[in-house]
């Protein structure tokens, strides 16, 4: 996905991205990712993604590239528990 920006904020709450990439994760058995020449917004939502238990960790290596480790355990929970993910998709 090259352009994730979505500048409407009724759209930033529609969790599409945090689905989009879980679905991503679970799908490739991911275990990082790298955002290459970053946005703000990709910064935002790495962060946003570690709070929501899918990164384990985000980090800037040189070169201004995201690196975010998966939380691998957390995101299999998620994709087997549609109690978790209803949870996820829904918080306010």
């Given at each position: 996905m090259r352009d994730q920006e979505v500048y409407g904020g009724?759209?930033?709450q529609k969790r599409l991205m945090t689905l989009m990439h879980l679905f991503l994760l679970h799908r490739y058995g991911s275990r990082s990712v790298h955002y290459v020449s970053p946005t703000d917004d990709n910064?935002?939502?790495t962060e946003g993604m570690k709070r929501l238990g899918l990164f384990s960790a985000v980090s800037t290596d040189v070169g201004q590239i995201i690196v975010a480790d998966v939380d691998e355990e957390r995101v299999e929970d998620l994709v087997n528990d549609d109690a978790a993910r209803t949870k996820?998709?829904?918080r306010r």
């Open positions: 009724q759209l930033r910064q935002h939502q996820l998709i829904t």
